[in-house]
C-alpha cells in the first residue's frame, strides 16, 4: 500500500466515522456499520504499525498491510478524540444519556405489558 493510498485510506475512514457521528452512532455501531457496510474490520490490534515486520517476504508485506487496515479504524477513532476532546466527551456523555433513555423506555414498556396481562387475566 503507498503512501498515498495509505492516506487515502485513513482520510475515507475518518469520513465514513463522522458519518457515524452524524447519525450518533457508538463507537461500537460505528465499527459494526462500517465492518458490514464498508468492509472495514473491527480492530484485530489497535497497536497500528507492528514493531517488528519480518523482512523479504510479500506474504510478510501482505499480512502487515491486512493489521494496518484493519487496525486503523479503531485508530482513526482514537486520533479523532485525541484531536476532539471536548466534542467526545459530550457526544459519549449524550450517548450514555441515550442509552439511559432507552432503558428506561424499554421498562416502562415492559411494566405495561405486565399489567396488559395481568388485566388480560382478570378479565378472563
Known sequence: MGESSSASYIRMVQHLIEQC????????????????????????TSTGIPSSTPKNTSHSFVSWSVRYMVSSCVAV????????????????K??????????????????????????SEKED
Open 94 to 119: 449524550d450517548q450514555a444519556e441515550k442509552a439511559m433513555e432507552m432503558e428506561a423506555v424499554r421498562r416502562i414498556q415492559q411494566m405495561l405489558a405486565e399489567s396488559a396481562a395481568k388485566d
Open 77 to 92: 477513532w482514537k486520533e479523532l478524540e485525541k484531536e476532539n476532546k471536548e466534542f467526545f466527551q459530550a457526544y459519549v
Open 21 to 44: 457521528l452524524v447519525f450518533q452512532m457508538s463507537k461500537d455501531e460505528c465499527m459494526e456499520a462500517l465492518a458490514k457496510h464498508a468492509d472495514i474490520k473491527p480492530v484485530i
